[in-house]
């Protein structure tokens, strides 16, 4: 099994590097994305905050969407996986919004995804969107692979923003 240290060393170290600072909207993780970057000694560099976006409810109440802004888009989905990125950058005022959404599993969601979809998200000088199909029914071990797809997603819009 992965550790959080060795999971978000090369994303933190760049950016550290590039002095830019990042806000994580978690949902099937967990979690896992923010306890990885928080992991790193100097996290407070680059790291100002997340929230574990795992319901409607916790997206309503945490990044205050409205439902207006909800019609016609679902969870799981890269629409909202992109929504949740670009939403948490702009209320925590960071370079980057990182999020991800999906079912970890054992069993798919309600809304028809098979266990291991996620949808990820990286907002910022680069912008880029994502699905993941792990196929696997593995809950601990879709977490551990979304939260890695998610921060090499950022490695690689870091990397090309500069």
């Known amino acids: 099994m992965p550790d959080l240290t060795s999971l978000a060393a090369p994303a933190a170290a760049l950016l550290k590097e590039r002095g830019q600072s990042i806000a994580v909207a978690d949902s099937s993780c967990g979690g896992l994305i ?4 928080v992991s790193i000694p100097g ?25 207006a802004t909800m019609e016609g888009m679902r969870a799981s989905s890269e629409p909202y996986a992109l929504l949740n990125a670009r ?4 209320a925590l005022g960071t370079v980057w919004g990182l999020a ?7 069993t798919g969601n309600r809304y028809g995804d098979s266990s291991g979809h996620a949808c990820f998200a990286v907002t910022g000088p680069v912008e880029k ?3 993941l ?11 551990w ?9 950022l490695i690689e819009c870091v990397n090309e923003a500069n």
């Open 100 to 106: 991800e959404t999906g079912a970890s599993g054992p």
């Open 133 to 143: 199909e792990t196929g696997d029914t593995d809950r601990e071990k879709n977490m």
């Open 145 to 153: 692979v979304f939260a890695k797809t998610a921060l090499d997603l």
């Open 34 to 37: 923010s306890a990885a970057l």
């Open 43 to 67: 996290a407070s560099d680059y790291y100002v905050g997340g929230s574990t976006i795992y319901t409607r409810v916790a997206q309503k109440g945490l990044l205050l969407v409205p439902d």
């Open 87 to 90: 939403t948490i950058r702009e």
């Open 129 to 131: 969107v994502i699905t």
